[in-house]
Structures are given as structure tokens and as C-alpha cells.
């Protein structure tokens, strides 16, 4: 008997069922064990040990494949065939000498690029030994994102408070973000002016043409930058005598472009079918995996973590069959075409994404939904990769008057083979300024033919700023400046996202305000950790180890030495130090010039206060110099001109109380108030994102402080549902179900029936009673990359993380808890249980028992 571990569960019945009856095929659930979450799981000092925690699901598995063993003569490691998956089989290696549970077996690594019976068959038949260049890149890079994460985020948490955990690539990837949204900022609009014309010859058709010299000279973008300019320029096309000066065509070729690999598969996916990394990395597997045909579970799709782009001979062969029988030989090129990887090192790159058989068309599957897009489109990528070229024929006619004082040019590109391009054309990035001429027909003319110009027509344009990053754009510039690698795209975005660092409107990533802040610190204080090129170099670097040309360990000595003294120099620096140089670096975007000239950061409110950022529990705010006698105070990133008001004021008298009703401004945004300042503190409620606080009036707020709004009693169990609006906008609450709203209007609105259907919806989703399901997912924490969660138990909500349950305070609501807060009384939790831990032994001691050095040894355990 032999014992095959995968990774997946779905993967081992698949294999198994191609293997028979001499192989268990068992699953190990990806990683078995990670670096817990503490102090010391990577020691410097102790030429860079690392200390291992397998948690409890992982110890069953464990035991599940050591009890297989037991009868079994081989164990055959069958992970992934990539970086990730050569350090599953080295930790369950490990683990399972540790057990003894491999004592006169034989073990042999397997991998294949697809879930076939004949991939599977032909990799057990090929074994190879564990590639441990492969593994030591992956202890160094797991080594490196956990120093700088363990060691950097406390340092932004002690000088910046309110801000999340820094990773080493999740940063420079923000850094790219923020950078894109201060060149939007900063950005200046142009003026320019474009002359065009209906050009008519005798006998033809009209086309286009554009004005591109005047007065012998060439127009440049910003020649025409004036109405008055242009005005003139437009009479004079229309005064010109114009004739053909040259007509120049000449015949073009597109090629084919390869098939995908994962950043390329992200991009297409993202442009072509709006899918995000991570929907399109998780259908891909899906994909990979396998889904029933005729009986058998077979995949569809090769490996999908890649940065290669040729495909093996046989399915090149397969392929051009395909083309063949299905298109004719006039879309088969002669020679198969090849295709070479840039990819900077090639230990990791695989074959490019394809289909595992070329025979099975997209519409000769039964997929449905997201499995079957990104099928036809990888199916359709692949299968064009091998298509002929197309071809066009391009002509330009380039016209004049005879004095020379006026130049146009019409250009057109007119398709007369489409190859490829009848299965597949990629989706280009969109380019106000480029000018797309596919399609249009120009007329059969020669040199010296008279030409009229009709409808002249000057255009006035302005510049625009560049575009926020896109999912799709993003990965292509990190790609560029070999930033992460294909498998850590997706990941990298999910984290920003989940740290509230960026947020994605509308397909576009805008940074959040404390994003700003961390990227604004680590570029004054850690400059050389967040640069493209030293980011870079490091992935270069970790692609050497795993060429074997570089030691893991010397690669981690260079990098320790220099950031652990980068670290100490920062731990005199004062929180004061940190806000001015913020303030100076953020100032364009925090205290924006003023129209009369006058000092930007001039308090609005008193005479002499100069702003400043300032650092509060929940985050930083922009504050007077003079608190506590001004209290004046506005959110970071708000410029104080129409976003809020400057000054209370009163909105009007609540009719049942006879108070004041307030529009206020505090650290976190503008708020309504009943009352006057008094203690306990008034009723306030800070205005949802969709209210301007300039649309305020009294009927609004009354309504905001009415809140929160019962709705009814469920008709189940007859206990309250409630209406309220949160830091993450509004929702309905039941019996510690939260259901959120999409709008404030619908919370004022919503009834009990469709209270109740929203919430048996949330709960369908996981978001159960009683705490079955989380009432709030804070994101992974910065230390462990756990995930963090809210949770209602029976007796109130509680933060959950690995095995730490930490109950939330009873003034704290669960949908307005932070990861800081979290993090915080997780902290708390560990600590006192473990100082309960270091008590217990010393009663033994007390108590005189022999049992005392039982338990020591068990705890060294």
C-alpha cells in the first residue's frame, strides 16, 4: 500500500479514483503548521531558528496520514508543483519524522501541472527528491515578512497610534496607491485645442482628418492652448486650397498573444469579465480541481500559480489540430509558434495556463456561472496563441495647400485577414489620448488629387489626471517593477483591503486616510524599505536562493542587520517628531493653500492656533495648536472648506425636550447634538456618509437622534429587532445578528417583514444566532495573518483569534470594534493566561509533589 498526500480534499478522491486500490490518497488542508503569532518564532540570534505551531485541525490530519503509514511501505508527497506546495511536503516531512511515523519508508516527491489520469499516472511513474532550494526560499521569505511585520508594526503602533500592522510587500504596493492618488491631487489641467475636418474628394465617401502643421510648422499638444489660437487656426483649413501632398500604405501584422500566466490571466479577467484577483484565483482552482465528465472527475485547466507562457509539446500538437479541424488551414501558421518568459527567474515558472484538453471546447462543457467565463476565456487565449496573424492593410494621406501654411493627415487601418483575432483580441487599457483608426476606410487616392475640407471643427480639451489603479493595473505595475510574484498578487490586495488601507469604488482603488498616514511614515522614517528598487532586488534575491546561486541565511543575516538598526535608531523618536515631519511631507493634502493667500494652517476658530495633525486612540485628526482652550477639530484628509463647518451651530429646537438641536464637527467628522455640552455626555449621532453636512436641517437630525429605531419583535421568538447606524453605516440587529442596509433612507423606512428577510439571509450566510456565525470579520491580524473576528456568544460578544477568546467590553458596540482594539485585548487575554500559567507551577512547588518536575518537562514539551 501506498500513501499519496495532496493538498486539497477535493483533489484526493479525484487522485485516488485514478490511482486504485493500491494508493490512499489523503489531504493535508495546505500548510500543517506556521509560525505562531509571539515573540520569538524567528530568532536572529540563533542563526535565524524558527519555532513551528501546528493548530489543532492540523494534528488530526497529521495523525490521519502517520495511522495510513503505519501499514503503507511509501509515502508519496504530491503537493502543489510550486513554491508553496515543495513546503507543505518539507513540513509534513518534519512533523512526521518527529512522530516516527516514517521509520523504513520510502518517500517520494511527485508533482503534475494537471488533474489528469495521465498526468497523474505519468508523475508517480517520474519521482524526484524534495528540491530543498525551493523550501529555503520559502523559509526565508516566510523569515523576512515576519521580522519586518513583528518588528515594524509595533513601532507604527507606539508612533502613530490608530494605525494598522506594515507588511514588506503590502506596503510598497500602498505606496504605489497613495502616490497615484497625490499625483491626482496635485495634478493641474491644461488647456488644448484640436482642429479636425470632414475631408471630401470627388466621387468618395468623406473621412476624417486632423490638422497637424500650420505655417510650417508642427502642432504640438499644447500649440493650439486657447480658443482665440484655434479659431484662427480653423479659418485658416477652411481658406486652404488643399490637395493630396503623399499617400502612404503599406500592409501590417498582429501577432497572437501568449497564453496566460496567472498576472496576465488577472489582468484579462478584471478587464473582460470584472472579476477581482482573488474571484479569479478562486474559480481558477475550481477550474484546476476538476468537475465531472462522463462519470470522472477531470481538470479542466493546467496549474494556475505560474509565470511561464509556452505550452508543452503535445498540447501544442493538440491544439493546432484543433485550429485545423475547427477553422481551416488558412488560420494554422506552418511552424508551431513558441513562446519564451520574461519571468527573472525560471525555478518557479511552470507551463502557461491552458486548457488540459484542446478538444474540449468552452461550449461542449456544462459550466455555469464564473467556471464557465474564465474557461472560454483561458480556452479561447490559449487556443488564439497558436492562430495565424492578422492582418491589416494601413494607409496615411498626408494633405496640404501649396503655400504650406495649413498640414493634415487621415490615417486608416482597414482589416483584411483577421487570424487570431476571430477567436480572441485582448481588452487594452483604456487611453483618452490615443487614437484608435481600425476600421476606417480611406479612399483610393494619389498625390496632386484636389481635396475639399467640410465642417471644420476646433474642439477644446483639457489634460486629465492619470486613473487610480485598477485591480488589473495594479498588477501590472507591480509586475513591471518585480514587485511580489504571480501567487501573491491577489493576496496583496485582499490585505490593503482588509486592513481598511484602500478601499475599492467602483473597480478603482482609493487610499483610505490612515493608509496615507502609514505610507507618509514609512517613506520619512523607513524610506529604503518602501523603495520600488530595493523591494525588487529582494525578490531577485529570493529568486537566487531558490536557483540555489544564494544561501537563505546570508540573505537574512544582510537584511537583519541593517533593519534591526533602522528599528533602534527609531526608538528614541518622539510622537511630536513624527507629526511634524507628517505635517510637512502631508501639507499639500491636509492644509491646502488658501484663495486669500493667507496661512494654511491658521485655526479657523481662534486667533492665534496654528492646525497640526494630532494622533487619537481611533486614528489621527487635524486639531488646534491652542486645545484645550480651542477645541477646534477635523477629521484627516477633510481640507475644512465645504466638507464640514467650521463652527457649530444650532439647527433648531427639539420639539419634545425644548433643546437645542447642534451641527457639530469633532476628530471623527461632523456629528448632531441635543443639547449642551453637559455630563454625562448629550445624545449625538455623527452623520452618515451620504448626508453633507452643508444639506443638514433640524428634520434630518431629529431623525439621526431618534435612533436606534425599533422596528418590531421578531415572530419567531418575539425579542426586538432594531434599527441603528454604525461606523460602517446602517443595519438591523436581532439577537446578535447585525444585517446591514445599503442606505440610511432604507433604516428609516425598513419594515418587519423585511427586517425578518434580511436577517434569515444573513444567517443563511453564516451570520447565525447565537453566535454561529462572525458579527463583524476585522480583517488578519499583523503579527499571526489569522484572521480576527467578532463574535456573539451566549453570554455577549467576544473577539475571537486562533484559540484566544477575548470578551468585548459592555460599553464597546460590536460593529464600531477596530483591529487595534482587538489587538489590544487579545494582547490582554494572552497575557493573563499566561501569567495564570506561570502561577500553577509555583503551587506545585509549594505543595512539595514530585508531579512539579512532570509538569515542567510536559510544558518543555
Known amino acids: ?55 489543532a485541525k492540523s494534528k488530526s490530519r497529521i495523525n490521519d496520514i502517520a495511522k495510513a503509514l503505519k501499514g503503507s511501505d511509501k509515502l508519496i508527497l504530491a503537493t502543489d508543483p510550486d513554491r508553496e506546495g515543495e513546503a507543505i511536503s518539507w513540513h509534513l516531512l518534519e512533523v512526521l519524522n518527529k512522530k516516527k511515523a516514517l521509520k523504513d519508508k520510502k518517500i517520494e516527491r511527485v508533482v503534475f501541472n494537471a488533474i489528469t489520469k495521465k498526468s497523474v499516472t505519468d508523475a508517480i511513474k517520474t519521482p524526484r527528491e524534495l528540491d530543498m532550494e525551493l523550501v529555503e526560499a520559502y523559509l526565508a521569505r516566510r523569515a523576512l515578512d515576519y521580522l519586518v511585520g513583528f518588528t515594524l508594526s509595533p513601532v507604527l503602533w507606539r508612533k502613530l497610534p490608530g494605525s494598522r500592522s506594515a507588511g514588506r510587500v503590502q506596503s510598497v504596493a500602498l505606496r504605489l496607491i497613495c502616490e497615484r492618488e497625490t499625483e491626482i491631487e496635485m495634478f493641474k489641467s491644461e488647456e488644448f485645442w484640436t482642429v479636425d475636418a470632414d475631408i471630401a474628394s470627388s466621387g468618395n465617401k468623406n473621412f476624417p482628418a486632423k490638422l497637424v502643421s500650420l505655417n510650417g510648422d508642427k502642432l504640438e499638444k499644447f500649440t493650439l492652448n486657447n480658443e482665440e489660437l484655434a479659431t484662427a487656426a480653423k479659418q485658416a483649413v477652411e481658406a486652404a486650397s488643399l490637395s493630396v501632398a503623399s ?43 476538476g468537475v465531472n465528465i462522463g462519470g470522472e472527475t477531470v481538470g479542466l485547466i493546467t496549474y494556475m500559480r505560474t509565470d511561464g507562457i509556452d505550452m508543452v509539446g503535445e498540447a501544442v500538437t493538440e491544439a493546432r489540430s484543433m485550429i ?78 501649396k503655400a504650406g ?44 488629387d484636389m ?81 520600488y528598487g530595493y523591494t525588487a532586488d529582494l525578490e531577485e534575491r529570493l529568486d537566487l536562493v531558490s536557483d540555489g546561486k544564494l544561501n537563505w541565511k546570508k540573505l537574512l543575516e544582510d537584511f537583519w542587520t541593517q533593519f534591526s538598526a533602522h528599528v533602534d535608531g527609531t526608538k528614541e523618536l518622539r510622537v511630536t517628531e513624527v507629526l511634524d515631519a507628517l505635517n510637512e511631507a502631508l501639507g499639500p493634502l491636509v492644509f491646502p493653500e488658501k484663495e486669500d493667500g493667507s496661512d494654511r494652517r491658521a485655526c479657523p476658530v481662534c486667533d492665534d492656533g496654528r492646525l497640526s495633525l494630532k494622533v487619537g486612540k481611533f486614528g489621527a485628526f487635524v486639531g488646534c495648536s491652542n486645545y484645550p482652550e480651542c477645541k477646534h477639530t477635523r477629521p484627516f484628509g477633510q481640507n475644512g472648506d465645504a466638507a464640514a463647518p467650521t463652527e457649530d451651530k444650532v439647527l433648531g429646537v427639539d420639539p419634545d ?205
Not at 38 to 49: I, Q, Y
Not at 261 to 285: D, H, I, N, P, V
Not at 370 to 398: C, G, P, V
Not at 407 to 431: C, H, I, M, Q
Open 405 to 448: 501654411t495649413v498640414g493634415l493627415r487621415a490615417t486608416g487601418s482597414v482589416l483584411r485577414f483577421d487570424g487570431f483575432l476571430k477567436l480572441y483580441n485582448e481588452t487594452a487599457p483604456k487611453n483618452g489620448d490615443k487614437d484608435n483608426d481600425e476600421g476606417v476606410r480611406l479612399p483610393a487616392l494619389k498625390a496632386g
Open 247 to 289: 499617400v502612404v500604405a503599406k500592409p501590417v501584422t498582429r501577432n497572437p498573444y501568449p497564453p496566460f500566466m496567472t498576472s496576465s490571466m488577472q489582468q484579462e479577467a478584471s478587464r473582460k469579465l470584472g472579476f477581482s484577483a482573488t474571484r479569479t484565483m478562486q474559480t481558477a482552482q475550481k477550474l484546476y480541481e
Open 1 to 55: 500500500m501506498n500513501v499519496v498526500v495532496v493538498e486539497s480534499p477535493a483533489k484526493a478522491k479525484t487522485i485516488e479514483k485514478y490511482l486504485g486500490k493500491d494508493y490512499t490518497v489523503l489531504a493535508s488542508f495546505g500548510h500543517v503548521r506556521d509560525l505562531p503569532s509571539k515573540t520569538g518564532s524567528v530568532r536572529p540570534d540563533e542563526d535565524f531558528a524558527m519555532d513551528w505551531a501546528i493548530d
Open 657 to 861: 425636550t425644548g433643546l437645542d438641536v447642534w451641527l457639530k464637527t469633532g476628530r471623527f467628522g461632523p456629528y448632531v447634538q441635543l443639547g449642551e455640552e453637559t455630563k454625562p455626555k448629550p445624545k449625538r449621532t455623527g452623520l452618515p456618509k451620504t448626508w453633507p453636512a452643508a444639506d443638514m436641517d433640524l428634520f434630518k437630525a431629529l431623525k439621526l437622534l431618534s435612533l436606534p429605531r425599533p422596528i418590531g419583535d421578531h415572530p419567531e421568538d418575539g425579542k426586538p429587532i432594531v434599527g441603528n447606524l454604525g461606523r460602517y453605516g446602517p443595519y438591523i440587529l436581532h439577537a446578535g445578528t447585525y444585517a446591514n442596509l445599503p442606505d440610511i433612507d432604507e433604516m428609516f423606512e425598513v419594515g418587519l417583514n423585511r427586517a425578518v428577510t434580511l436577517l434569515a439571509e444573513k444567517r443563511a450566510k453564516g451570520g447565525g444566532r447565537g453566535g454561529a456565525g462572525a458579527l463583524k470579520e476585522l480583517g488578519n491580524h499583523p503579527t499571526s495573518g489569522k484572521p480576527v473576528k467578532v463574535m456573539g456568544g451566549r453570554y455577549g460578544p467576544y473577539i475571537k483569534h486562533e484559540k484566544t477568546n477575548a470578551t468585548l467590553p459592555k460599553d464597546v458596540a460590536p460593529e464600531t470594534v477596530t483591529m487595534e482594539q482587538a489587538v489590544e485585548l487579545i494582547a490582554a487575554k494572552e497575557a493573563k493566561a499566561g501569567t495564570k500559567k506561570k502561577k500553577a507551577p509555583a503551587k506545585k512547588k509549594t505543595a512539595k509533589k514530585k508531579p512539579a518536575t512532570k509538569k515542567k518537562a510536559t510544558a518543555k514539551d
Open 324 to 401: 485545423d479541424n475547427k477553422f481551416g488551414k488558412d488560420y494554422l501558421p506552418e511552424k508551431p509558434r513558441v513562446y519564451k518568459s520574461k519571468a527573472k527567474n525560471a525555478q518557479e515558472a511552470h507551463e502557461a495556463i491552458r486548457p488540459t484538453s484542446f478538444t474540449r471546447s468552452p461550449d461542449s462543457t456544462n459550466l455555469s456561472g464564473d467556471m464557465e467565463k474564465l474557461y472560454a476565456l483561458i480556452w479561447n487565449r490559449a487556443t488564439a496563441s497558436q492562430m495565424t496573424s492578422a492582418k491589416f492593410d494601413r494607409t496615411t494621406i498626408e494633405m496640404a495647400d
Open 451 to 531: 481635396i475639399i475640407a467640410e465642417k471644420v471643427n476646433a474642439e477644446q480639451h483639457f489634460t486629465q489626471p492619470p486613473p487610480r489603479f485598477s485591480e488589473a493595473s495594479l498588477v501590472k505595475r507591480m509586475e513591471e517593477l518585480g514587485i511580489g510574484r504571480p501567487s501573491t498578487y491577489a493576496s496583496i490586495m485582499k490585505v490593503l483591503q482588509d486592513r481598511n488601507y484602500v478601499t475599492l469604488d467602483k473597480r478603482r482603488f482609493i487610499p483610505d486616510d490612515k493608509g496615507r498616514l502609514v505610507v507618509s511614515f514609512l517613506e520619512n522614517f523607513f524610506a529604503k524599505y518602501v523603495q
